[in-house]
């Protein structure tokens, strides 16, 4: 199972929006709603910032926002701050090989 | 408080065998699935490996299948993950984390214990 394919990297300055793509197949992203998203800052455990494709999670801000197209999903942070800066996975169920594939991962710097 | 604490992570060498372990607090361990994670140095995330509440259901990723074997005890909400044959290629900082109670996603992490694999 190959991870889900994400830009290496993003950048934008504060209040801006920025969206992440992450691409699958029709066995993992395009096949399910079951896509997820993490936040991950340097030296942290990751944090669960979507969920079913665009479901937040109690606590998290209505700045994160997720959709998907066939087989590929967003994330997209609107007015970005600061403290956004980490590293964002996508992750989704996959029928082809048990149970989760993740992303590679999209280092967001705020300018 | 909702918390996972990871222990048992080590340095070892090749071919040789650890154990972790994850204890919950703060929640009804006994109706959440779980899973093991891993994260390379420098790398992203892997998932490694799903337990069912029931321990029923038990799923593992291809680079681990055959020698780690995953397991919970919900009267001591402890979740554990014994990996044998270690590789170097296993070293990593292990995360285990709480699933969602209705759809895919890990809502709950540890704050990881690293397995370092070298000879």
């Known amino acids: 199972q190959s991870a889900l394919t994400q830009p290496a990297s993003l950048s934008g300055s504060p209040g801006q929006s920025i969206t992440i793509s992450c691409t699958g197949t029709t066995s993992d992203v395009g096949g399910y709603r079951y896509v997820s998203w993490y936040q991950q800052h340097p030296g942290k455990a990751p944090k669960l910032i979507l969920y079913d494709v665009s479901n937040r999670p109690s606590g998290v801000p209505l700045r994160f926002s997720g959709s998907k197209s066939g087989n590929t999903a967003s994330l997209t942070i609107s007015g970005l701050q600061a403290d956004d800066e980490a590293i964002y996975y996508c992750s989704s169920y996959t029928s082809s090989s048990p149970l989760y594939v993740f992303g590679t991962g999209t280092k967001v710097t705020v300018l | 408080e909702v918390q996972l604490v990871e222990s048992g992570g080590d340095f070892i060498q090749p071919g040789g065998s650890l154990r972790l372990s994850c204890v919950a607090s703060?929640?009804?361990?006994?109706?959440?699935?779980m899973n093991w994670v891993r994260q390379a140095p420098g790398k992203g995330l892997e998932w490694v490996s799903f337990?069912?509440?029931?321990?029923?259901?038990?799923y593992y990723a291809e680079s681990v299948k055959g020698r780690f074997t995953i397991s919970r005890d919900n009267d001591k909400k402890s979740l554990f993950l014994q990996m044998n044959s270690l590789r170097v290629e296993d070293t990593a900082v292990y995360y285990c984390?709480?699933?969602?109670?209705?759809?895919?996603?890990?809502?709950?992490w540890g704050q990881g214990t690293t397995v370092s694999v070298s000879s």
């Open positions: 337990i069912s509440r029931s321990s029923s259901t038990i």
């Open positions: 703060g929640f009804s361990f006994d109706i959440y699935s």
């Open positions: 984390a709480r699933d969602l109670t209705t759809s895919y996603g890990m809502v709950v």
